[in-house]
């Protein structure tokens, strides 16, 4: 008995070094995991700031920008109404360039702010009843100087018989002007064309098609990232941001919704949004 004593006693020894050993080992793992959170917390706090440091730098120089733009709008608009003078064809020509290039700059800077403000979550979504009739008008007469005299026709498919929309149509219209003004960048000639249909009486679809030059299928995973631009031959002659269809799918997000694209080199592309034909926010009966 007393061997079998001697055995349990040094078994019970071993067994407790072996617990201290590994009662030592927890509490350096826990002191490491202590360690690893509180790293993690400081680069959670790095980023955040780092993000909010971003978000406001792109709001001020946003800001910032607009008015020199606007002094060079009103200027351009001025020497081109002849207050100052008659001006020579050649001087007309060039203040419409001038014009072109800060239409360009106030479409970026406009980019660039709502980026900021997607990020900075200051971006409200404000829902109202409208027609989709009105909506189409709107875009329209919006891209009608900029397809007139173009080799691409600018087709918006008459919603008849489509209901009464209840969303935010200020970020409906600035997705879908984002897919027109893409496509119509991407279409020498042919048409690009616009529709909107119900889907199973709870969904909107709207649809932005083109017979355009089409997007390689590598390309459009990335596609509605941010500051991101195909490396073609047209793409380089055409400037921008790079926001225009991230900031698309963040504000169909925002709407409910979600955002898709189809595509075929050589024979055009599909942009497609999808959202409630409600604003889930509780809609009033219109």
């Known amino acids: 008995m007393s061997d079998d004593t001697a055995t349990l006693k ?6 407790q070094d ?8 927890l509490d350096e793992t826990n002191k490491g995991v202590v360690a690893l959170y509180a790293e993690l917390d400081t680069n959670a706090i790095q980023l ?3 993000a909010d440091l971003k978000s406001r730098f792109l709001s001020y120089m946003s800001h910032e920008f607009r008015t020199p733009l606007a002094s060079i709008t009103s200027i351009s608009d001025i020497l081109m109404g002849g207050m100052d003078g008659p001006l020579t064809a050649e001087q007309l020509k060039q203040l419409q360039f001038v014009q072109g290039s800060v239409r360009e700059l106030t479409e970026m800077v406009d980019d660039l702010l709502d980026l900021a403000k ?3 979550g200051r971006i409200s979504i404000s829902a109202e009843w409208f027609e989709m009739v009105d909506l189409f008008s709107a875009l329209r007469g919006m891209f009608k ?5 173009s080799a691409v026709s600018l087709i918006f498919e008459e919603p008849i018989g489509m209901p009464r929309v209840y969303t935010d149509d200020k970020k409906l219209s600035q997705i879908l002007r984002n897919f027109i003004s893409n496509a119509l960048k991407f279409t020498i ?27 390689a299928q590598e390309h459009l995973p990335a596609l509605f990232s941010d500051f991101v631009q195909l490396d073609t031959r047209i793409q380089k002659r055409l400037r921008g941001t790079g926001l225009g ?7 169909s997000e925002l709407l409910g919704g979600r955002v898709a694209v189809t595509s075929e080199v050589g024979k055009g592309s599909r942009f497609s949004l999808l959202i409630p034909h409600r604003y889930p926010d509780g809609a009033p009966t219109p």
Request: glycine share 8%; aromatic share 6%.
């Open 10 to 15: 040094s078994q019970l020894a071993s067994q």
């Open 18 to 25: 072996e617990l201290a050993f590994l009662r030592a080992e």
């Open 48 to 50: 955040r700031e780092a």
């Open 118 to 120: 997607v990020e900075a």
């Open 145 to 149: 100087p900029i397809v007139s005299g």
């Open 189 to 215: 000639e042919g048409e690009v064309r616009v529709t909107a249909k119900m889907l199973d009486g709870q969904l909107l679809e709207f649809a932005v098609s083109d017979t355009g030059i089409g997007i």
């Open 245 to 251: 269809l991230s900031l698309a799918k963040k504000f």
